[in-house]
């Protein structure tokens, strides 16, 4: 098994709560799903929340090496989190498809937050050529 993609975004929350306000729910439904947003909205701090999970989903899009549109949608991407708060993506829709077709297997997420900007990296594992 090999790494087949990387990805890393980093979001100033500021900014992206700025976009919140803007974009009210309408922003919200378009890029998070309604689990992502249970999780969310009824932290202290809604908008580091969910920059944090916006950062994971572009860090994602760039380890798939798809970017976001046809092969994959905001909401083919789920920021969940394990017993122990570790992240993890659940693919969805074409986005699992995208992932079968390229030979992913794991899809691996480290994400953190301080006070002005949130960070996500992604790496995609599975079969390269020299495992085949």
């Known amino acids: 098994m090999g790494v087949l993609g990387i990805g890393v975004d980093i979001v100033e929350i500021a900014r992206f709560a700025s976009a919140m306000e803007r974009g009210g729910q309408r922003f919200l439904d378009r890029l998070f799903l309604p689990s992502e947003q249970a999780y969310c909205s009824p932290q202290r701090e809604p908008a580091r929340c969910y920059a944090a999970r916006f950062a994971?989903?572009?860090?994602v899009a760039k380890a798939l090496g798809t970017g976001i549109g046809a092969q994959l949608?905001?909401?083919d991407m789920e920021i969940c989190r394990r017993e122990n708060g570790a992240p993890f993506v659940v693919l969805h829709g074409t986005g699992a498809e995208t992932a079968k077709?390229?030979?992913v297997s794991e899809l691996f997420l480290s994400m953190s937050h301080s006070e002005h900007y949130a960070v996500a990296n992604a790496v995609c594992a599975g079969k390269t050529g020299a495992d085949a």
């Open 56 to 59: 994971a989903k572009e860090a």
């Open 73 to 75: 949608g905001w909401c």
């Open 101 to 103: 077709a390229i030979g």
